[in-house]
């Protein structure tokens, strides 16, 4: 009896063996993505024998639900280009339209502020001052024209009287009053004529420095007032990634003007964003199908299609070595009532089908080499080349026949 007990745990021991032998074997080929091999019962011999069939690839993702649209809000502009968000209300809060959402520190601004509208003020006093001025002295200017005036004509009466009614030198007397008069009643027309370029020039450069004043002041103003960030409709608040960080932003973190701080998706249209490591580029291409599940929900699937692969990989993470491919997976349909941003998803990609190709039992290669070989169940190996590889079998591309049969790894 102990002998055949002995005997059975020997026996499930080596199909364990086996198993896990096509196990290691699958991790080789498919990036750890492959599901569980399917093996014989346990005793009963494996078939590892080399034949003709259709051979169906699947490659397995990870990733997450982002919207296809969505209203972003972004930090508004300000003087110095910088601020740091004071207050932020929780992702995923349901919002309404006009609540409040992001509240930035306006410390920075206060004193700025007053500074605005004191260099307003005093833009206004002296537009005022430099009219006043002008207004009295153009009243000025206008009385000694008047008094030049008056002169002149009195002037003109007495250089009117003939010459045979004057004595010795009182006529050309007169004459000479007569000309100095009408050149002072000249000069003060142009006195009058220059002050009031001049006053127009001073209060055109008044009014422009009151106009600049005003502008910086509402500047000022609408920067306090973008300094709280409310929601344009109803809607489920996502806050967005910190570039610096590489995580959500939190209060206290530091923004710019024109970065995103928060987001309301449009939930009717959503989609995959998922990673392909750059060891995988070539196994997955656009257009192919795919069935997304979500982890929340691993009742439900989702189909969709390959939408798009980007061009170039790129670090996953700041402090990671690992580059990966961001794929963009379009789904038939969403579900609003389940489909939430940042939902991870699981997508299994099929790929393109080969009819009539030599296949290989998995578990009859070994991947352990810096080449796979077939074992051949009469004994050795041999060097193959192999195609794609899915959980049960590899395409063989050179190095066996049909109809050879293998050996499991012992």
Known sequence: MNRAFCFG???????????????????????GHAGPVKAPAVGAPADLTVRRGAFESRFLLTGELEAVSAVSLVVPRIPNWQTTIRWL???????????KVVEFDTAAFASDFGEKQLQADQA???????EADAAAQHADKEFQVEQRSIAV????????????????????????????????????????????????????????AVDKAGRELDAARLAMDGMVLTAPRDGILVVADSPMEGRKFQVGDSVWVGLPVVSLPDLAKMR????????????????????CTLDAYPDRTFRGRIADIMPVAQADGRR?????YTVRVDLDASDPDR?????????????PRKDDVLLAPRAGIDFGGSAPRARLASGGTVDVKLGPCNDEACVVLDGLHDQDRLRSGG
């Open 124 to 130: 206004q006093s002296d537009l005022e001052q430099a």
């Open 89 to 99: 209300e929780a992702e995923g809060s349901v919002v309404k339209a006009g609540q």
């Open 272 to 291: 995959v964003s998922a990673k392909l490591s750059d060891v995988d580029d070539g196994r997955i291409a656009p257009g192919l199908p795919a069935t």
């Open 153 to 208: 004509e009195k002037a003109r009466i007495a250089a009117a009287i003939p010459v045979e009614f004057l004595r010795g030198k009182e006529w050309q007397d007169n004459q000479l009053a007569l000309k100095k008069a009408e050149t002072e009643l000249a000069k003060a027309n142009e006195d009058l004529a220059s002050q009031e370029k001049s006053a127009k020039e001073s209060a055109t450069q008044k009014r422009i």
């Open 320 to 324: 990671s070595l690992r580059r990966i």
């Open 9 to 31: 745990r020997g026996a499930r021991f080596a199909a364990a063996v086996a198993i896990a032998g096509g196990a290691v074997a699958a991790g080789g080929c498919s990036a």
């Open 339 to 351: 489909m939430r941003p940042g939902m991870s998803v699981k997508v299994d990609v099929l790929g």
